[in-house]
């Protein structure tokens, strides 16, 4: 195997690895926000984490009780969605919340321990993955497209008898 092919292998697999990973996140998200219960909760803490970086995350921390137990939680998204965001998000949220508060959380009724905060897709981080996997894909299209031509023009060269 000559090395654009290698390398329009190796692009192939980059893209769909990023294609599976962004749909598995969306998956989550989906399967979290569809199956969730409301339940009313309250706010024990929130703070703004500074994180390496730019990076900075919201720590809302809340309980809730489901079937008649009490439970704490302080994730914001549904399914595997990190909760570092920019500053600014970052500090919307942090600020969103004040102790004492009574809001809604979204509970997942197999698993009560499991519940989120905000009912929304990490729309960003989906694109990212999905968008990145897409180039990366189209770039091995292209990658076999370029050799194969190469190898037309190759042959039409020694047919022309130019080297």
């Given at each position: 195997m000559d090395s654009l092919k290698l390398l329009a292998v190796l692009f192939a697999v980059g893209g769909i690895v990023l294609l599976g990973i962004g749909g598995y996140v969306l998956y989550t998200q989906y399967t979290a926000i569809q199956n969730a219960e409301?339940?009313?909760a309250t706010i024990e803490?929130?703070?703004?984490?500074?994180?390496?970086?730019?990076?900075?995350?919201?720590?809302?921390?809340?309980?809730y009780e489901y079937e008649g137990k009490q439970y704490r939680n302080d994730v914001l998204y549904p399914g595997i969605v990190t909760h570092e965001t920019s500053g600014d998000r970052?500090?919307?949220?942090?600020?969103?919340?004040?102790q004492g508060d009574r809001i809604t959380a979204y509970v997942d009724p197999e698993d009560p321990a499991k519940a989120f905060l905000i009912e929304k897709f990490a729309s960003r981080m989906i694109l990212g993955f999905i968008g990145g996997g897409v180039f990366i894909t189209g770039l091995a299209l292209i990658t076999l497209v370029?050799?194969?031509?190469?190898?037309?023009?190759r042959g039409w060269l020694e047919r022309a008898g130019i080297e």
């Open positions: 409301t339940v009313n803490s929130a703070t703004l984490e500074d994180k390496a970086g730019s990076k900075f995350a919201p720590a809302v921390t809340y309980s970052a500090f919307e949220i942090s600020h969103e919340y004040e370029w050799d194969r031509r190469r190898e037309q023009f």
